[in-house]
């Protein structure tokens, strides 16, 4: 039994690790977009904040065209070829980050180069991360798949944590001079090692595609005939998305208005916010296992839908208690269904087109629900003067959501 454990950590371990170092990279631009707002762009414009925040955004679009060109190499010519190259890949950017003069030396330049940049590490993700998916799916023997899968988030919230933990090491021992003129790029010098060293570690990965259902027709006819999978994906991954982005990012901007919190106490929560995640998605996962994984997702669902809005008041609320038990619960919601989505997803593809089904389905859904979330839960607090306005969104997505969870496939055709 040891042995057999053994065996399938050097088979995952290659795996997850390239996945948290690319993860490290993708949550660097979004930590220090204030720092890059005047680096790289005009720092005369008042409108550099916002704009770095927008080619923030720009990865995230990139990320459906990196999953139709790497998902057709996943699914063809299998999963190793696209795990080695997408995380090499990703050594551009970073050197890149790490050399660009800012824009007072080389003017629009700098502002290209980053655009650039920025979209390597969308096309590169757009690969990795439902290869990564797929392939922990494959590797994961029967009555684990959940519990496998579930760790393709868990080393992803890590890779973010990581960037947390140095930027604030990095930030702490260096004046703000010398970290927005330089310390900075420190951080990606030292991805870039570990991009090296995992992609030479991923050499020696398990090739999980069975050669007799890889992909034998076109892109255009795989996605004519899974598009409805693509379609239900992407409606099931509307309420993790919401309340993914709501409870990481928005729910520490309502915090901070109700409960008077500093910005290091905000930056605290989302800290503390973003671990509690990562040790609950292995254990939901393995719950999801047990349970079954659809009826697993369909109670979450119903009693999200029955008690988000009495949970999201308890944040509006000036105890710190409360806000801490309504903190829980969320996280609570946010890790069942993240541990437990990913073998419910591949169950929507056909064989010879996991990679390719899943990875779109998921990557517009991040686009339309994720990525929008904070925004458009401002604009319904803005339009209907509450700030509960959020939690009813969370209710009605929750709905489509479990609607469209009832008409899944739970096998793999």
Known sequence: MFMKKRGQIRRVLP?????CFEFYDFALYGLLAPVFATYFFSSVSSHSVTIAFGIFAIAYI????????????ADRYGRKPVLVATLTMMAIPAIGMACVPSYESIGIWASIFIVTFRLFQGFACGGEFPTVMVMLYELAPDGKKALFTS???????????????????????????????????????????????????RLNLTETLNLSYARKSSIINILMINWR??????LYMAVINVLYFSFIYHSSLIVREAQDFSHSQVFLVMLMNAI?????????????DYIGHKKFAAITLILLVLIILPVYKLLLLESIVLMLISYLLLGLFVG????????????????DSRVLT???????????FGSTAPLFNQILITFFQSKMAPAFYM??????SLMTLYFMKTEVS
């Open 15 to 19: 795996v997850l690790v390239g996945n």
């Open 62 to 73: 990139a990320r459906p065209v990196g999953v139709l060109f790497w998902g057709g190499i």
């Open 151 to 201: 760790l393709t988030d868990t080393v992803a919230q890590c890779g973010k944590v990581i960037a947390i933990l140095f930027l604030a090491i990095i930030s702490s021992v260096l004046s703000y001079d010398h970290f927005t003129s330089w310390g900075w790029k420190i951080l990606f010098l030292f991805s870039l090692v570990f991009i090296f060293i995992v992609s030479y570690i």
């Open 229 to 234: 999978g693509m379609v239900k994906i992407i």
């Open 276 to 288: 509690y995640v990562i040790l609950l998605y292995p254990i939901m996962g393995r719950l999801a």
């Open 336 to 351: 069942a269904l993240i541990g437990s989505f990913v073998p419910i997803l591949v169950s929507q593809a056909t064989r």
């Open 358 to 368: 899943v990875g779109i389905g998921h990557s517009l859904a991040i686009i339309v």
């Open 395 to 400: 209710a009605v997505v929750g709905i489509i």
